[in-house]
């Protein structure tokens, strides 16, 4: 859990400096006032990554020095990163620079990130669902940030090759080993995670929408379980679409509902209940065999729920992690279980102060 936050240039944010308690704060304001900025901070801080952003500029305050900075206290250890254009993300911990994200990483805490835009889980693309087993893969299995780095530098390499009206087939064997090194890797543990994932999600799925529904998680392997002989059978596809098209890259969830595809027949509450039991089965998974908790990013989610799944996610959120939850809404915060021993703040153009 974090203790003190710190931001300088982030997003809106000029500069921040809050204390929260053990249990968390919840923070209030309009839209566009900064508040998603102040857990997406955490999530940076702690995870080196953007759940908005797939690079660091845009994360840099307009207008500013074209840097930024966060710090916390987490864990009893004071993290810190830097961004600054040319010279790129700098971590320290303690006052001693890292000498690579991996180390920085490794000591850095876990995360679950629960946002409106979950709903794309159920109804968005294959790529929605892959950042989501690749989110918790990489927390869960250093290894599983490692191969997925390797397999995605030699994809690019491999794409490229293909490209060429004469493709070197010897270079694009080379690059082939490497995925399939790495991608049999990710789907070895992208098959053993959802196996942990299928049975959690399914009690959430209940738990929240108050009855019994059949919710099935299944995962669809693009490459099989044997990438290199899926390479072979794909081979003279790919030099006529040019492009790579099996391996992890293309792997997909198939969701289900009481037997039909979840994304097509499910109403719109059973599909929003089910993005919700994702993310709440996924905290579950980061949890097993740890002693530390994961820390709750949540993102204006309540206000959208309707009494009985509100009150169902707040008792389904373990009671020892630390939460930070924003709202534009008040009105559901009276009289809530679940809030209890929070810190209250409110955000108006990127300042941050008690409620």
């Known amino acids: 859990m974090i203790r003190h936050l710190r931001a300088v240039d982030f997003r809106c944010l000029g500069q921040l400096g ?13 839209n566009a006032q900064g508040k998603t900025s102040v857990l997406e901070a955490v999530c940076v801080l702690m995870r080196l990554q953007s759940p908005r952003s797939h690079r660091m500029a845009p994360l840099a305050r307009v207008g500013g020095p074209g840097g930024f900075g966060l710090a916390a206290d987490l864990a009893g250890e004071a993290r810190r990163v830097r961004w600054a254009p040319g010279t790129g ?3 320290e911990v303690d006052g001693e620079r890292s000498p690579g994200q991996a180390d920085y990483l490794a000591g850095g805490g876990l995360i679950v ?15 929605v669902r892959r950042r ?23 994809l690019r390499a491999k794409n490229l ?13 080379s690059y082939e080993s490497i995925l399939v090194e790495n991608g049999d890797l990710l789907t070895a543990i992208r098959a053993q995670l959802v196996a942990r994932l299928q049975p959690e999600a399914a009690h959430f799925q209940n738990e929240i929408a108050g009855r019994e529904e059949a919710l099935e998680v299944d995962y669809r392997p693009a490459g099989g379980l044997g990438l290199a002989r899926a390479f072979e059978q794909a081979r003279d596809k790919e030099r006529r679409q040019r492009q790579c098209l099996v391996g992890p890259h293309r792997d997909d969830l198939k969701l289900r509902i009481n037997g039909l595809e979840a994304g097509g027949f499910a109403s719109e509450g059973q ?31 309540f206000g959208e ?14 009671t020892a992690s630390q939460k930070w939850i924003t709202t ?5 915060l009276q009289g809530t279980e679940g809030l209890e021993g929070m810190a209250r703040f409110e955000v108006t153009a990127g300042q941050v102060g008690k409620a």
């Not at 090759?161 to 064997?173: Q, V």
């Not at 993310?279 to 949890?287: C, S, T």
């Open 18 to 30: 809050i204390e929260l308690p053990a249990a968390g704060a919840v923070f209030t304001g309009d």
């Open 89 to 91: 993300l700098g971590c």
């Open 113 to 127: 990130w629960m946002g409106n835009e979950d709903l794309e889980l159920v109804r968005g693309s294959g790529e």
């Open 132 to 154: 989501y087993l690749d989110f918790l893969g990489c927390q869960h299995d250093a290894a599983y940030r490692k191969a997925l780095g390797r397999y995605r530098r030699a």
């Open 161 to 173: 090759l293909l490209k060429d009206p004469r493709p070197r087939e010897g270079e694009i064997a």
């Open 271 to 301: 599909q929003r209940t089910l993005a919700l039991a994702l993310k709440l089965a996924q905290g579950r998974v980061l949890e097993e065999g740890r002693e530390r908790k994961p820390l709750w990013l949540i993102d204006d989610i």
């Open 305 to 318: 729920l309707d009494r009985g799944r509100r009150h169902a996610v707040l008792r389904s959120l373990p």
């Open 328 to 332: 534009t809404r008040l009105d559901w």
